[in-house]
């Protein structure tokens, strides 16, 4: 390097001295970066002692460029979106050009500093090869967490005025839309009177586009967040799926199920409300009706009665007899039943009519099977007749003896028919005048018409009351029996004393002893006198008055085994 004034100058003029300190004004990269080296020539061509200094870099310090961020091999501009897809690992380059030496690059994501897996490469500018491309990698795993967070790039560098340069960019991440329901109903909707509103809340980057569905349907229920009827309808009911869709891919459907209530109809009872059966053959009813929840069905039979009793006859839709009698005629409803928020709902079919035509009837159930009367009062007997056509004959039957409605005999009397409240039904009754024991005994009941007859008991029983005579016979009779019984026992006590006595188990003292208590129950007011209980007579003579006070002795003390 030649000296050269205001550029390259001797630092002090005793370079005879040894001092080679050379001045290098207004460096410029292009003329002063590099290796510097100090030379000394020999002292003559012979002595070769030429010296040359170790060599000295001199950087020339050369501001790199703004740092910038790119990403897909497109730069983004500061303050700008950095748009990724979450769940994916983002390559995101920052790159520093022509900066001498380059600089050092550093990643923050909002304050946290982040370190790259790989290091930071330098290499020389091609259209400059004495300035530095400075170029960081980071690979970064998107995360919705991480949306709206900023990625910046930090270019350390002494060449600039605050030491640094940097570029920020906004994380916007694209995630999949996730959804949830709010406002699904938790009580009954009632046909007509409540209203539904169910919002599809979406959470999505970039916005979604809503879509409800009712299965079953083609066309879209609804093209917003919102769901909603007011007031709903019956025709509303159906499963419904809120799905979201963005840039980033489709949401998981998400369902819910509209359940309109409503009260139960009758739709259907048939064609006939007047049904004619034959006695003892089947007959079918059929119900159909609708609700929800579906509804329960009873089959009610109102009977002609003065408090027009209802009876059950069924809890199907379908209602089949499979013999029809006389107490199945009469007036039916269908009735169909749910319960919403709670309360039951129903409803009562029109009636239909069930008449039963054929042989007469004796309705078993509501006779009475046997009636008591006491003895010289009223008797009546009476049952229920059903018959259609009516019936040609009714008589009760006895014995021998026959009596038709309308006729009297004697203390017997048959009352014309009357009809019953039910429909085809007759009153026969049969009065007993005076009853006695000898009317005791099974009435019957028969009936005739043009289709048949039937037959049926009543069984009376008449109580007699007792007579004097045989009140008396019948006392006496337990008292002589009484009075055995003890003569009996006391036979049985004396026998065993005289066995005693025979074989000499007992002791003089014992019957000194049975003296001393008899004599002591015996001596007061009324009593025996004790001489009398010990008064003795010759073997096998004994007296009537001596047998009188033994037995009484034997009574009031009877003898102890030892």
């Not at 950095?82 to 909002?110: M, Q, R």
């Not at 839309?177 to 009632?190: A, K, Q």
């Not at 007579?467 to 019948?474: D, E, Y």
């Not at 074989?503 to 004790?530: L, M, Y």
Request: neutral net charge; charged residues 25%.
């Amino acid at each position: 390097m030649g000296m050269y004034p205001h550029k390259y100058e001797w630092a002090s003029g005793s370079q005879q001295n040894g001092d080679c300190s050379i001045w290098v004004r207004a460096a410029q990269l292009e003329f002063d970066d590099g290796n510097w080296e100090c030379q000394v020539t020999a002292s003559d061509f012979h002595t070769q002692d030429a010296l040359t200094s170790q060599p000295v870099h001199l950087v020339v310090r050369v501001p790199p460029q703004r740092p910038r961020i790119e990403y897909n091999g497109t730069q983004v501009l500061p303050g700008h979106n950095l748009t990724a897809l979450h769940g994916e690992v983002a390559v995101i380059k920052c790159v520093s050009h022509y900066g001498n030496p380059p600089p050092v690059l550093k990643w923050f994501l909002d304050q946290h500093e982040i370190t790259p897996t790989k290091q930071q490469t330098n290499t020389t500018e091609l259209d400059n090869p004495r300035t530095w491309l400075a170029l960081s990698v980071l690979e970064l795993t998107i995360s919705k967490e991480n949306h709206g967070k900023t990625l910046r790039c930090v270019a350390v560098h002494e060449s600039y005025s605050t030491k640094s340069s940097s570029i920020e960019v906004r994380l916007d991440v694209m995630y999949v839309p996730e959804t949830r329901l709010v406002g699904i109903p938790t009580t009954d909707i009632e046909d007509l009177k409540d209203s539904v509103a169910i919002r599809c809340v979406v959470s999505a980057n970039p916005k979604a586009a809503v879509v409800w569905r009712r299965e079953g349907q083609s066309q879209p229920a609804s093209l917003q967040e919102l769901l909603q009827f007011s007031p709903a309808i019956r025709q509303h009911s159906g499963l419904y799926t809120c799905q979201a869709r963005n840039k980033a891919g489709e949401s998981q459907p998400i369902r819910v199920q509209v359940d309109v209530k409503y009260p139960p109809k009758i739709i259907s009872i048939g064609r006939e409300r007047v049904k004619t059966v034959t006695l003892f053959s089947p007959a079918t009813f059929e119900c159909l009706g609708e609700g929800n929840p579906q509804p329960t069905y009873k089959w009610l039979q109102k009977l002609p009665t003065p408090f027009n009793r209802v009876e059950e006859r069924g809890r199907d839709a379908k209602l089949y007899i499979a013999n029809v009698t006389y107490d199945y005629q009469g007036e039916y409803r269908c009735k169909v039943t749910n319960i919403i928020k709670g309360e039951e709902r129903s409803e009562l079919s029109e009636p239909i009519i069930l008449q039963v035509h054929g042989a007469p009837q004796v309705l078993r159930q509501s006779a009475t099977p046997e009636v008591f009367v006491e003895k010289g009062q009223l008797a009546d007997l009476s049952m229920v007749v059903c018959a259609d056509p009516r019936p040609r004959i009714v008589a009760w039957e006895w014995g021998s003896l026959r009596l038709e409605a309308g006729s009297e005999m004697g203390r017997y009397k048959v009352d014309e028919v009357v009809q019953e409240d039910r429909e085809d039904c007759y009153l026969a009754t049969l009065h007993i005048k005076d009853a006695s024991a000898t009317d005791s005994r099974a009435y019957y009941l028969a009936v005739e018409n043009d289709r048949g007859t039937d037959r049926h008991a009543i069984q009376l029983f008449v109580n007699e009351p007792l007579q004097m005579s045989t009140l008396v016979s019948l006392t006496g009779g337990l008292l002589v029996t009484f009075l055995l019984l003890v003569c009996g026992c006391v036979y049985a006590v004396r026998t065993e004393k005289c066995c005693f006595a025979r074989k000499g188990d007992f002791k003089p003292t014992d019957i000194d002893g049975q003296k001393v208590d008899i004599e002591k129950t015996a001596t007061g007011p009324g009593g025996i006198p004790a001489d009398a209980i010990y008064t003795t007579t010759p073997r096998g003579h004994s007296s009537p008055e001596a047998m009188k006070v033994r037995l009484a002795a034997m009574v009031l003390h009877p003898p102890t085994r030892v």
